[in-house]
């Protein structure tokens, strides 16, 4: 079968008794047993490099690894959420706490940060919507003039900022694997860069980088873009297990971080009786509530081993993975149907040149010989026929699915009255596109996956037929070979199966 929703590999086999290990870059604790294995510590150091002083990992569990909305930056009087457009539905989610918080919030676009000299395009906004900093329940992209003055330092304990504020963006786009500048981790907190209409706030910006696309298929060295928090998801890096992510925080705001519930395990001392508890003095302590599900954490030093066994470097993952995604987005850009109309649009941001800029994730929609779309419930069902395992819909991302596609806040509350909702089979109204299908590759991804990919389009996308007299050349009709949806091949793999050599 070829996997093209890359979650990073298949699973992979762990030892029966494997121990829990520390997860504190600083310094390593002790599991309840007593064990020490100090591997993980050396291979998260290896993968993700930067001081270890700097940072804590704690590591969090729950359906969505990378949301960190548990944690609150204070004080939040005044101050700003500012998130980019093209995020996770997991860190958008934040506004949430913010807003209950007293935070302002902002949604802002690439063109709105601006850096010295700044020269990038700005794409036109779906008409409709309105620029400006709003209140929680009217958020839209921030537009302004003024340049205000440097931000302040954080870590200036001897004079502390009066407000904090937080943004956060991707650093790379689960939806069109576009990368964002790393640079921004210290550029908007240090003055270099700044947030249209957010300039004169004054206190200091705190950034929120989500790495949980970026991590499987690229190197992240934190000493050069130390970001205030990193949150990622170990199932998007190996496949397994699902349900835990990690959030690193940078020790110097630390002590920014509040947590109103407290559950087993993260407090010294509580009482039933009277309001009174002491949460534990370390943070990773005081956040992780309740048993640590110290299986699954023993199985990522396993994780971290297969991929360095079976792909090297995350250098050699990337060049890969991304080599694979340009070969599909190179071959379906150019295919044509018979009339000459194109098969596909993609939406991407790039050519696909560069993987400083691109990640391994092509984003798609096809198109009939006239034109109009083919709903993407429609090529997820045709897919599975040939064994293809792809992404559909917006993928948790409406942000970057409205601007890719066009569609207006207005459009996606009247799809919503219509009946479409997320997740559900709804591809198009009135004939225009809900979302969209995703490839995406992994470590273990293979140039066959690729291959079978393009002529799986070609089979089942590419109109041959040349129009005869008296048949329009604007017709909507797909190839006469495509398969029944009711049969599948006999060579159909077990889902159970694993590559021998993992």
Not at 61 to 66: H, I, M, P, Q, T
Not at 138 to 145: A, I, L, Q
Not at 402 to 409: D, E, F, H, P
Request: charged fraction near 15%; hydrophobic fraction near 35%.
């Amino acid at each position: 079968q070829s996997f093209l929703t890359s979650s990073g590999a298949q699973s992979f086999p762990t030892s029966s008794g494997a121990q829990s290990f520390p997860i504190n870059t600083g310094t390593p604790s002790f599991p309840n047993n007593g064990y020490k294995n100090d591997r993980h510590y050396a291979t998260m150091q290896s993968d993700w490099p930067g001081n270890a002083e700097s940072f804590q990992v704690p590591v969090w569990y729950g359906e969505n690894a990378s949301d960190p909305s548990e944690l609150r930056v204070c004080p939040p009087a005044q101050s700003v959420f500012c998130y980019l457009e093209d995020n996770h539905t997991s860190v958008v989610g934040v506004r949430e706490v913010a807003a209950r918080r007293g935070a302002a919030l902002a949604c802002v676009t690439v063109e709105d940060v601006l850096l010295p000299g700044n020269t990038v395009e700005v794409a036109p906004k779906p008409q409709g919507e309105t620029p400006g900093c709003h209140k929680a329940e009217e958020v839209e992209s921030s537009r302004g003039n003024s340049i205000g003055p440097r931000p302040l330092d954080p870590r200036d304990h001897a004079h502390p900022p009066s407000v904090y504020h937080l943004f956060a963006y991707p650093a790379q786009s689960n939806f069109s694997g576009r990368k964002y500048p790393l640079s921004w981790v210290t550029d908007l907190p240090s003055g270099r860069a700044h947030l249209r209409g957010l300039e004169g706030l004054g206190g200091a910006w705190l950034i929120l980088l989500d790495a949980a696309a970026y991590v499987p298929t690229s190197p992240l060295d934190l000493s050069s873009s130390p970001a205030h928090f990193v949150c990622l998801s170990f199932y998007k890096v190996f496949g397994y297990p699902t349900g835990l992510g990690a959030l690193l925080v940078r020790r110097d705001v630390s002590h920014l971080l509040s947590k109103d519930y407290y559950g087993g395990g993260t407090v010294l001392a509580s009482i039933s009786r009277q309001n009174f508890h002491i949460a534990k003095p370390l943070l990773h302590e005081r956040f992780e509530d309740g048993t640590s599900p110290f299986l699954e954490i023993a199985a990522l030093v396993h994780g971290f081993n297969t991929l360095h066994r079976l792909a090297g470097s995350m250098e050699e993952v990337s060049i890969h993975t991304w080599s694979l995604a340009r070969y599909i987005h190179h071959h379906i850009r150019d295919l044509k149907h018979s009339n000459g109309q194109p098969v596909c649009i993609i939406y991407c941001d790039s050519d696909f040149e560069d993987q400083t800029i691109q990640g391994a994730i092509v984003s798609f929609n096809f198109l009939r010989p006239g034109g109009g779309f083919v709903g993407y419930s429609e090529v997820d069902k045709l897919a599975s026929v040939h064994n293809i395992h792809l992404r559909t819909g917006c993928f948790c991302n409406t942000g970057a699915c409205m601007r890719s596609l066009g569609l207006s806040s207005k459009k996606v509350m009247e799809n919503i009255k219509a009946g479409h909702v997320c997740g559900d089979d709804v591809d198009l109204v009135d004939g225009v596109p809900t979302g969209c299908a995703r490839v995406s590759f992994g470590y273990m991804s293979t140039f066959s996956d690729a291959q079978t990919f393009v002529e799986f389009v070609k089979e089942c996308f590419v109109n041959k037929q040349p129009q005869t007299n008296g048949q329009s050349a604007n017709t909507n009709t797909l190839p006469s070979e495509v398969l029944s949806l009711n049969t599948l091949p006999s060579e159909v793999l077990s889902l159970n199966t694993l590559p021998s050599e993992v």
